[in-house]
């Protein structure tokens, strides 16, 4: 393991001031300590990814920032609002949105139900015609029942019903586990296609291939710690570190 | 007039539409305890108390406040859907993260509490509650005699259990319920107040036999028990029916009350208990229930 696993990491400021900052985040699941201190910034605008091995802390970091999990301490602040004390239906009120790594389609719930089921909450998020553009296929699948989408389009529907919210920044689990190549590709696409039309994004990834495509910058999880931070345009000089992170 | 099976016609008819008006207090008793138990998880052991209190808040307002018939309607499910919000409030909000087996036996301890103070305040004899006047007398159907105030009970709960189901299949707000009883963690992180939902679903389902209990008094007597004796049998419908179905609960509700009716005609020693067999072989042929979905 490199040195920076076991020494704290001074999460570096980002040129913009943070959309988002958490500072010495830990949380529990149960009795079972989970996160050891989490250190981050995104600023506006910004695609910013979690890489580290399974079980080192990502997808609970982002249950912590959206407040599923409550059990947590240090600070969480969005958009200059603390929010480590509130809970998650105020969260996403601020303008927070959640897709998660199971992407929770609701099987009781048509495609137009679940699309429409999270209220709007802020102006700014796009329109029915400007989502139908982005994922042509949740057009044709309206009234399909949403679970019997194939998985590539259910994580199409667990983004585009998060953009119709208004929600500025976007916490997404895993948006590529277990989809083919070719739709991880268009999920690539949507991101980038995201970022351009200027929403924050925090990602979640295993797959640093994938994230290299997308994202600004890199904090790298490891046993409930933010151990390391690289910049994309660094990633090829850091690839041998990385490996060593991830385990590959 | 033709007979079947050596029944005659006013026999056969007036036991289907006995049937009927039982199937009526089946499907809205268990459309509310299908609602409950579909987003709480609790099995509502209090149901049969609050179809009671419906009955008797009915009663009172017509004995202390000389308020009849149709405004009870409305207001009785009221009262009763608040104490429902008090009690969801109060008591159940505080048992959602422990065995769905404490709601139950919090609610059979509740539904206990309020019969007693109703039994000792009353008595168990029962309380007349007349027929409202715009609904008294009948139709001579020819085969059968109809009277009005059952052909109402019939109608009114079929049109309860009809915009309800549309409330909770075709609007925005059954969207929420119906998602939150797949993943309320999952609801909240949208921004809904998943609390406020619960607590405004467990009222919703406790008015509804608050207006059971309503539609009931002028029927059968206003007594303590009456909720007790019915609720066993409104179980059974909802298990029959599938353990949190909506449509399940309806239809299995109004199909049980009737083939009650047809059993009384032909085999009437089996009526009171064709309803249990019928759950035990839907339980061992299909365990989710007609309508339920297997976990």
Request: aromatic share 10%; glycine share 12%; with cysteine.
């Given at each position: 393991?490199?040195?920076a696993?076991?020494r704290?990491f001074?999460a570096p400021?980002?040129?913009?001031?943070?959309?988002l900052s958490?500072?010495?985040?830990q949380?529990?699941?149960?009795?079972?300590?989970?996160?050891?201190?989490?250190d981050?910034d995104v600023?506006?605008?910004?695609v910013?990814?979690l890489?580290?091995?399974?079980?080192?802390?990502?997808?609970?970091t982002?249950?912590?920032?959206?407040?599923?999990?409550?059990?947590?301490?240090?600070?969480?602040n969005?958009?200059?609002?603390e929010?480590i004390?509130?809970?998650?239906?105020q969260i996403?009120?601020?303008?927070i949105?959640y897709?998660?790594?199971?992407?929770?389609?609701?099987?009781s719930?048509?495609v137009?139900?679940?699309l429409?089921?999270?209220?709007i909450?802020k102006?700014g998020?796009?329109t029915q015609?400007?989502?139908?553009?982005?994922?042509?296929?949740?057009r044709e699948?309206?009234?399909?029942?949403?679970?019997?989408?194939?998985g590539?389009?259910?994580?199409?529907?667990?983004?585009a019903?998060i953009?119709?919210?208004?929600?500025?920044?976007?916490?997404?689990?895993?948006?590529t586990?277990?989809l083919?190549p070719?739709?991880?590709?268009?999920?690539?696409?949507?991101?980038?296609?995201?970022?351009q039309?200027?929403?924050?994004i925090?990602l979640?990834?295993?797959?640093?291939r994938f994230?290299?495509t997308?994202?600004d910058?890199h904090?790298?999880?490891d046993?409930?710690?933010?151990?390391?931070?690289?910049r994309?345009?660094?990633?090829?000089?850091n690839?041998?570190?990385?490996?060593?992170?991830?385990g590959? | 007039m033709?007979?079947?099976?050596?029944?005659?016609?006013?026999v056969?008819?007036?036991?289907?539409?006995?049937g009927?008006?039982?199937?009526s207090?089946?499907?809205?008793l268990?459309?509310?305890?299908a609602i409950?138990?579909?987003?709480l998880?609790?099995?509502?052991?209090?149901?049969?108390?609050?179809?009671?209190?419906?009955?008797?808040?009915a009663?009172?307002?017509?004995q202390y406040a000389?308020?009849?018939?149709?405004w009870?309607?409305?207001?009785?499910?009221l009262?009763?859907?608040?104490?429902?919000?008090?009690?969801e409030?109060?008591?159940?909000?505080?048992l959602?993260?422990?065995?769905?087996?404490y709601?139950l036996?919090?609610?059979?301890g509740?539904a206990?509490?309020i019969?007693?103070?109703?039994?000792n305040?009353?008595?168990?004899?029962g309380l007349p509650?007349?027929?409202?006047?715009e609904?008294?007398g009948?139709?001579n159907l020819g085969?059968m005699?109809?009277?009005?105030?059952?052909?109402w009970?019939?109608?009114?709960a079929?049109?309860v259990c009809?915009?309800?189901?549309l409330?909770?299949e075709?609007?925005r707000?059954?969207?929420?319920l119906?998602?939150?009883t797949?993943?309320?963690?999952l609801?909240?992180?949208?921004?809904?107040?998943?609390?406020m939902?619960?607590?405004?679903?467990?009222?919703?389902?406790v008015a509804?036999?608050?207006?059971?209990g309503?539609?009931?008094?002028?029927?059968?007597?206003?007594?303590?028990?009456?909720?007790?004796?019915?609720?066993?049998?409104v179980?059974?419908v909802v298990?029959?029916?599938?353990?949190?179905?909506i449509?399940g609960?309806?239809?299995?509700?109004f199909?049980?009350?009737?083939?009650e009716g047809?059993?009384?005609v032909?085999y009437?020693?089996?009526?009171?208990?064709?309803i249990?067999?019928?759950m035990i072989?839907?339980?061992l042929?299909?365990?989710a229930g007609?309508?339920g979905?297997a976990?």
């Amino acid at each position: 393991m490199p040195e920076a696993v076991v020494r704290p990491f001074p999460a570096p400021k980002p040129a913009a001031a943070p959309l988002l900052s958490v500072r010495n985040l830990q949380a529990w699941y149960g009795e079972s300590h989970v996160l050891h201190g989490i250190d981050f910034d995104v600023a506006p605008g910004e695609v910013v990814t979690l890489l580290g091995r399974n079980g080192a802390g990502k997808t609970t970091t982002l249950r912590s920032i959206i407040g599923i999990l409550r059990k947590r301490t240090g600070s969480i602040n969005f958009d200059g609002q603390e929010t480590i004390r509130l809970p998650a239906r105020q969260i996403a009120r601020l303008g927070i949105g959640y897709v998660p790594e199971e992407r929770g389609i609701f099987s009781s719930l048509s495609v137009a139900e679940n699309l429409i089921l999270p209220p709007i909450i802020k102006p700014g998020g796009m329109t029915q015609d400007q989502i139908f553009t982005l994922f042509p296929n949740l057009r044709e699948r309206l009234f399909s029942q949403g679970t019997k989408l194939s998985g590539g389009e259910q994580q199409m529907l667990a983004i585009a019903r998060i953009l119709r919210t208004g929600a500025n920044l976007i916490l997404l689990d895993e948006p590529t586990e277990g989809l083919a190549p070719v739709i991880v590709e268009q999920i690539g696409h949507t991101i980038a296609r995201l970022k351009q039309d200027g929403f924050t994004i925090v990602l979640v990834e295993q797959n640093f291939r994938f994230a290299s495509t997308v994202a600004d910058r890199h904090y790298v999880v490891d046993q409930g710690r933010v151990v390391d931070m690289i910049r994309n345009d660094e990633l090829d000089a850091n690839i041998d570190k990385l490996h060593s992170y991830l385990g590959v | 007039m033709f007979e079947l099976l050596g029944v005659s016609p006013q026999v056969l008819f007036g036991q289907l539409l006995l049937g009927l008006i039982n199937g009526s207090f089946y499907a809205v008793l268990s459309l509310g305890l299908a609602i409950i138990f579909g987003l709480l998880n609790i099995i509502n052991f209090a149901h049969g108390a609050q179809y009671m209190m419906g009955a008797f808040v009915a009663w009172m307002l017509l004995q202390y406040a000389g308020v009849g018939y149709w405004w009870s309607l409305l207001i009785a499910p009221l009262v009763v859907g608040a104490t429902g919000i008090v009690i969801e409030r109060l008591f159940l909000s505080r048992l959602q993260n422990v065995d769905h087996l404490y709601g139950l036996l919090l609610t059979f301890g509740l539904a206990l509490i309020i019969q007693g103070v109703f039994r000792n305040e009353y008595g168990v004899s029962g309380l007349p509650y007349g027929i409202p006047r715009e609904l008294a007398g009948g139709n001579n159907l020819g085969f059968m005699f109809l009277p009005n105030y059952r052909a109402w009970v019939v109608v009114a709960a079929l049109a309860v259990c009809i915009v309800t189901w549309l409330v909770i299949e075709r609007t925005r707000l059954g969207a929420y319920l119906r998602a939150a009883t797949e993943n309320a963690t999952l609801v909240g992180a949208f921004g809904i107040n998943v609390p406020m939902l619960v607590t405004l679903t467990y009222g919703f389902g406790v008015a509804l036999a608050g207006f059971a209990g309503v539609l009931a008094a002028p029927i059968y007597a206003v007594n303590p028990n009456m909720g007790a004796d019915l609720i066993i049998v409104v179980f059974a419908v909802v298990v029959i029916g599938g353990m949190g179905s909506i449509l399940g609960s309806i239809v299995t509700g109004f199909a049980l009350g009737i083939v009650e009716g047809l059993t009384k005609v032909f085999y009437p020693e089996a009526s009171s208990t064709v309803i249990f067999v019928i759950m035990i072989l839907v339980l061992l042929v299909k365990p989710a229930g007609l309508f339920g979905r297997a976990a």
